[in-house]
């Protein structure tokens, strides 16, 4: 059996079989020995918290197919690393609900070397080209061998694309890229056309250029890292525990428990994130500073205003519940929904999440008194409504400002109110009040029947007072 070690100044790549690193007793100056592994799994009537791993000789390896080739030039291990070949067996049983509780408060950094060390070759991280390259610095800075996928769908924006180069060179590594079926996306494209997705949703498109081709990415794998955080989308990533069992994907086994998933930034803020980057002189994606903060596909993603959450620069034409593209379908928050598919509920009908934009200089309407305030022709005083559900993470970012614009124009002749059209009014919010997606806000001046839309996605005080003085 031949191996190849390639050393450089930074990093050692290997090919061959799957690798896990630990320290050499006859080795000095901190040299690390890296023996050749391939862990094997089997599952036998586990549940979603449990798995059964098992190191087979290398021989009894199955053919991989489409799913992520394991590149030399993908793995990077510490300089000066002593190759040895070694075949055991072991059998190790693991509860990850168990293992998250554990890890509940451990840093990304323990998280990924973790994760490293029990999966070794069979996890890579997912690399999607924005902010989450902290998962690659976390994964670097652990000295262990790793690995980075990324999927292509063939629409990113350049700046994406030079990224990924300049990631590669800057770790020396090689991104496994994962491509949609061709076949697949010509049918989708001649039957409806280049931009589908603006009329009938970005679910089928997703499903085609990123869902699939992630499905056959991790058919390859055992485990694999994500970028997920709980204050990205609130309305649906905020139970994100740091290890699971994957309740979507199946791995290289098949089957129910044969794939984990880590999440290893659950539990840390955007904020924080940018900081490690910075601290750590990490290269990051152009387009942030041109105002884009959560990145994916050229057509589907644009720059955020203050006062709009990070989601809110992806599918902006889509309600805030729509704001995933179906690869971390088992992390959205699953709630009891009414026929329109917005907000929990209870028996009742009665939301189950607490009501937003609560003040004293703010007028809740019901659906009886936004019908009057429609009807009326010559108003008294001046309105600027806004309509919205509370479990919407943009309406919730939006909150702070809509409270301080209602105490500015406090006893000035403009009345500020609010319209809950989620639920069973959000047919006739859309019929009558022109709401395209979570917040709308509309101004009703004192002499017109019809109300004027804010068409801007500018929603700080500033921008809203602006708005209100140039009409009132």
Same mark, same amino acid.
């Given at each position: 059996?031949?191996?190849?070690?390639?050393?450089?100044?930074?990093?050692?790549a290997?090919?061959?079989?799957s690798?896990?690193?630990?320290?050499?007793?006859?080795?000095?100056?901190?040299?690390?020995?890296v023996?050749?592994?391939?862990?094997?799994?089997?599952t036998?009537?586990?549940?979603?918290?449990?798995?059964?791993?098992?190191?087979?000789?290398?021989?009894?390896?199955?053919?991989?197919?489409?799913?992520?080739?394991?590149?030399?030039?993908?793995?990077?291990?510490?300089?000066?690393?002593?190759?040895?070949?070694?075949?055991?067996?072991?059998?190790?049983? @693991? %509860?990850?609900? #168990?293992?998250?509780?554990?890890?509940?408060?451990?840093? $990304? +950094?323990?998280?990924?070397? *973790?994760? /490293?060390?029990?999966?070794?070759?069979?996890?890579?991280?997912?690399?999607?080209?924005?902010?989450?390259?902290?998962?690659?610095?976390?994964?670097?800075?652990?000295?262990?061998?790793?690995r980075?996928?990324?999927?292509?769908?063939?629409?990113?924006?350049?700046?994406?694309?030079?990224?990924?180069?300049?990631?590669?060179?800057?770790?020396?590594?090689?991104?496994?890229?994962?491509?949609?079926?061709?076949v697949?996306?010509?049918?989708?494209?001649?039957?409806?056309?280049?931009?589908?997705?603006? @009329? %009938?949703?970005? #679910?089928?498109?997703?499903?085609?250029?990123?869902?699939? $081709? +992630?499905?056959?990415?991790? *058919?390859? /794998?055992?485990?694999?890292?994500?970028?997920?955080?709980?204050?990205?989308?609130?309305?649906?990533?905020?139970?994100?525990?740091?290890?699971?069992?994957?309740?979507?994907?199946?791995?290289?086994?098949?089957?129910?428990?044969?794939?984990?998933?880590?999440?290893?930034?659950?539990?840390?803020?955007?904020?924080?994130?940018?900081?490690?980057?910075?601290?750590?002189?990490?290269?990051?994606?152009?387009?942030?500073?041109?105002?884009?903060?959560?990145?994916?596909?050229?057509?589907?993603?644009?720059?955020?205003?203050?006062? #709009?959450?990070?989601?809110?620069?992806?599918?902006?034409?889509?309600?805030?519940?729509?704001?995933?593209?179906?690869?971390?379908?088992?992390?959205?928050?699953?709630?009891?929904?009414?026929?329109?598919?917005?907000?929990?509920?209870?028996?009742?009908?009665?939301a189950?999440?607490?009501?937003?934009?609560?003040?004293?200089?703010?007028?809740?309407?019901?659906?009886?008194?936004?019908?009057?305030?429609?009807?009326?022709?010559?108003?008294?005083?001046?309105?600027?409504?806004?309509?919205?559900?509370?479990?919407c993470?943009?309406?919730?970012?939006?909150?702070?400002?809509?409270?301080?614009?209602?105490?500015?124009?406090?006893?000035?002749g403009v009345?500020?109110?609010?319209?809950?059209?989620?639920?069973?009014?959000?047919?006739?919010?859309?019929?009558?009040?022109?709401?395209?997606?979570?917040?709308?806000?509309?101004?009703?001046?004192?002499?017109?029947?019809?109300?004027?839309?804010?068409?801007?996605?500018?929603?700080?005080?500033?921008?809203?007072?602006?708005?209100?003085?140039?009409?009132?």
């Amino acid at each position: 059996m031949a191996f190849a070690v390639t050393t450089s100044s930074s990093s050692t790549a290997i090919s061959g079989s799957s690798f896990s690193r630990s320290k050499s007793k006859g080795t000095q100056n901190g040299s690390f020995k890296v023996i050749l592994d391939r862990p094997r799994t089997r599952t036998h009537g586990l549940n979603l918290s449990q798995r059964r791993s098992s190191v087979k000789p290398l021989n009894a390896e199955p053919k991989r197919n489409d799913s992520i080739v394991p590149l030399a030039a993908t793995i990077v291990a510490p300089e000066g690393a002593e190759v040895v070949e070694k075949v055991e067996v072991e059998v190790v049983e @693991e %509860d990850y609900e #168990q293992l998250a509780k554990e890890l509940e408060n451990a840093s $990304p +950094l323990e998280i990924i070397d *973790k994760a /490293l060390e029990k999966f070794g070759n069979d996890v890579a991280i997912a690399f999607s080209g924005a902010e989450d390259v902290a998962l690659i610095e976390y994964a670097h800075l652990t000295g262990r061998p790793f690995r980075v996928f990324s999927l292509d769908t063939g629409r990113l924006n350049p700046e994406t694309y030079q990224f990924f180069d300049t990631v590669e060179k800057h770790y020396g590594i090689r991104i496994e890229y994962m491509f949609p079926d061709a076949v697949e996306v010509q049918a989708l494209v001649r039957s409806k056309g280049l931009f589908s997705f603006y @009329e %009938d949703g970005h #679910q089928e498109c997703c499903r085609v250029r990123k869902v699939r $081709p +992630l499905r056959r990415a991790l *058919k390859g /794998l055992r485990a694999w890292i994500t970028g997920q955080r709980k204050d990205q989308s609130p309305g649906t990533r905020s139970e994100i525990p740091v290890v699971q069992v994957d309740p979507v994907f199946e791995g290289m086994d098949g089957g129910i428990g044969s794939l984990v998933k880590w999440n290893p930034v659950a539990n840390v803020d955007g904020q924080d994130i940018w900081k490690f980057l910075r601290a750590m002189d990490v290269p990051v994606n152009t387009l942030h500073s041109q105002g884009y903060i959560s990145i994916g596909c050229e057509p589907c993603t644009r720059s955020v205003l203050p006062g #709009q959450h990070e989601r809110e620069g992806r599918w902006w034409w889509e309600d805030a519940k729509a704001k995933e593209c179906g690869l971390h379908k088992g992390n959205i928050k699953e709630e009891n929904v009414n026929g329109n598919g917005n907000g929990a509920v209870n028996a009742n009908e009665t939301a189950t999440v607490p009501d937003i934009f609560n003040t004293q200089n703010l007028v809740t309407l019901n659906r009886t008194g936004i019908e009057n305030l429609v009807r009326l022709e010559d108003r008294k005083e001046s309105w600027i409504v806004v309509l919205y559900a509370p479990w919407c993470p943009f309406c919730q970012a939006m909150e702070a400002s809509y409270v301080e614009l209602a105490e500015k124009l406090a006893g000035t002749g403009v009345k500020v109110g609010k319209f809950r059209a989620d639920g069973e009014q959000k047919e006739y919010a859309q019929r009558e009040l022109q709401l395209g997606s979570f917040p709308t806000i509309l101004f009703f001046p004192k002499h017109s029947s019809r109300p004027i839309k804010y068409p801007s996605e500018n929603r700080d005080v500033d921008s809203l007072m602006a708005f209100v003085n140039a009409l009132r």
